[in-house]
């Protein structure tokens, strides 16, 4: 299944998803000083096969090494992997590139989906929200930038939990809104 959306479009709800979301509520304490020094690249990807896929991940992880002032890169897939499943093969398939292609301890992926689901909880539980974003996408992290952030950061181990609950106080509805699903389908 795949869909046509502009990838400035695109860009531009995964923005908003950050600065509303991410920022606005706080889910990641380092995200506003990046933001607001624009060290924040956000890249789509409309590669419909898994290889070329990878294969912009890892000219990403190279433009990332030749330029240090982006911090990080939003690597969005707004016309792929939009099955779950699907997604969490492409994750797998990424980790590996990232230990094959010697970017292990260079990088990390998190990631993010719009129909994000945590093993063990509730399918209906807003805790699935802190990684839920407008499209499937793999944030790419500078390791050394991110264990600097965490040591001058109290109780980091914290941050998950208190993103959980804090998903859980504001409810699903509040999540569909900004993210603008259709809450009679999801």
Not at 41 to 68: G, I, M
Request: one cysteine or more; hydrophobic letters at 35%.
């Amino acid at each position: 299944m795949t869909s046509n959306i502009d990838p400035n479009r695109a860009i531009q709800n995964t923005l908003h998803w950050v600065d509303k979301v991410i920022i606005g509520e706080n889910l990641c304490p380092f995200a506003k000083k990046e933001r607001d020094q624009q060290s924040i690249r956000a890249l789509c990807c409309d590669e419909k096969s898994t290889e070329y896929t990878l294969q912009a991940l890892l000219d990403e992880f190279a433009y990332l090494e030749e330029n240090p002032k982006t911090e990080t890169t939003l690597f969005i897939l707004p016309s792929s992997y939009l099955d779950f499943f699907d997604y969490l093969d492409l994750v797998d398939m990424a980790n590996q590139l990232l230990v094959k292609e010697d970017y292990e301890g260079i990088f990390q992926l998190a990631t993010f989906h719009p129909a994000y689901l945590f093993d063990g909880a509730p399918a209906d539980d807003p805790s699935h929200y802190t990684n839920r974003s407008p499209y499937p996408m793999l944030h790419i992290i500078r390791e050394e930038s991110l264990e600097k952030a965490l040591n001058h950061f109290p109780n980091p181990e914290a941050i998950p939990e208190r993103n959980i609950r804090h998903a859980q106080s504001l409810g699903a509805e509040f999540f569909k809104q900004i993210l603008g699903y259709d809450s009679s389908k999801h």
